[in-house]
């Protein structure tokens, strides 16, 4: 399985950004896909992870309302629209799948991109 990341880039405060993942190599459908993100000098945090349908996503709380993941399986593409962006989304921006199931845990996941940097200031 084969993860490509991209869309990151520079956005001024309440600014949005769309990051997208393309994935190859394996059956997409079979999983499940989520978004990490990481600053330097700090763990790997949970963003978002959505499952084959689409129809379920387990978002993180204190990003809800601001950043969405969808997919589209035609395409073998996941998506993170980040709206409202603030400066604490600094990060580097990573997209993983798995085929065990939701997890909030980076260890849990066995695919990873490369991570696309997406830097947020005025």
């Known amino acids: 399985v084969q993860l490509q990341a991209s869309g990151g880039g520079l956005a001024q405060p309440g600014g949005s950004l769309r990051l997208a993942c393309v994935v190859s190599g394996r059956a997409f459908g079979s999983l499940i896909m989520a978004w990490f993100r990481q600053v330097p000098g700090k763990e790997r945090e949970f963003v978002a992870a959505?499952?084959?349908?689409?129809?379920?996503?387990l978002d993180t709380d204190s990003l809800k309302g601001r950043f969405t993941i969808s997919r589209d399986n035609a395409k073998r593409t996941v998506y993170l629209q980040m709206n409202s962006l603030k400066l604490e989304d600094t990060a580097l921006y990573y997209c993983a799948g798995n085929e065990r199931g939701y997890s909030h845990y980076p260890e849990e996941y066995p695919y990873w991109g490369k991570g696309t940097q997406v830097t947020v200031s005025s």
């Open positions: 959505i499952n084959w349908g689409g129809t379920n996503a």
